[in-house]
C-alpha cells in the first residue's frame, strides 16, 4: 500500500467587520515581528488569514492603507 496524504481543510469563520479587521490588524503586527513592512505581502496575510486577497481589499482598501493601519 502506498503512502496516502491527507488534505485538511482550514475552517473559515464568519467574523463581524470590526472582528476580522481586528484579526488582520493583529496579524500584520505579529508577522512583523519576523518580517519588514516589505516583505509583509498581502497574499502572505491572505495565506495565513484564511482569506481571499479581494477580502483584505475590500476591509483596507490597498496595501499602503493595510502597513499604515499595521504600524
Do not use: C, P, W
Not at 479587521?21 to 519588514?36: A, K, M, N
Not at 495565506?47 to 483584505?56: D, F, H, Q, V
Not at 481589499?57 to 493601519?69: I, L, P
Amino acid at each position: 500500500m502506498g503512502d496516502v496524504t491527507t488534505r485538511t481543510a482550514t475552517a473559515r469563520t464568519r467574523l463581524s467587520k470590526e472582528e476580522r479587521r481586528s484579526q488582520l490588524l493583529d496579524l500584520g503586527v505579529r508577522l512583523l515581528s519576523t518580517r519588514s513592512l516589505d516583505e509583509l505581502s498581502i497574499d502572505l496575510l491572505a495565506e495565513e488569514a484564511g482569506i481571499s486577497r479581494g477580502l483584505l481589499y475590500h476591509y483596507f482598501g490597498n496595501k499602503h492603507d493595510f502597513h499604515e493601519a499595521v504600524v
